[in-house]
């Protein structure tokens, strides 16, 4: 039988293992990535209206449709992390996932702190998690 934390109902085994800032980072860098490729290849090409509706289209289907129904978007699934709801363990869902992205704002206009809460925080929540209810954990 798993031991429990003191205080916690939750047995150790199950408690989310919250991902580090490192990761976290790293997976928004690929799917940043991803979308800068094809805006710059459409600049090359002087497809720039086309280009930015394809970046538009990439970015609604992976961060706020994937990352939404599976808690993935490319980059997370690549460095096994996944965007989950606080209080139900589950993905959040399209509409909370594009809402988590507004957040961000916050996140930048508070000097770039929010980006870094991870580092710190007990649940490496950015303020955006934290106005959303949602947290990054490592796939088990």
Avoid: C
């Avoid at 996140?107 to 991870?118: C, I, M, N, R, Y």
């Amino acid at each position: 039988m798993a031991k429990k934390a003191r205080g916690s109902r939750i047995p150790a085994h199950k408690r989310p293992r919250y991902a580090h800032w490192v990761l976290r980072a790293a997976a928004y860098l690929i799917d940043v990535g991803i979308v800068g490729l094809v805006v710059f290849a459409a600049a090359e090409l002087h497809l720039q209206l086309a280009g930015g509706i394809v970046a538009l289209v990439l970015t609604a289907a992976n961060r706020w449709y994937l990352s939404g129904r599976t808690g993935q978007t490319v980059g997370r699934r690549l460095l096994r992390i996944r965007l989950l709801s606080v209080d139900s363990g589950e993905p959040i869902g399209l509409w909370r996932a594009l809402l988590r992205d507004v957040a961000h704002v916050l996140d930048t206009v508070s000097l770039l702190a929010g980006w870094f809460f991870p580092i710190w925080d007990a649940q490496r929540q950015t303020f955006a998690d934290k106005l959303l209810g949602t947290h990054v954990t490592v796939v088990r």
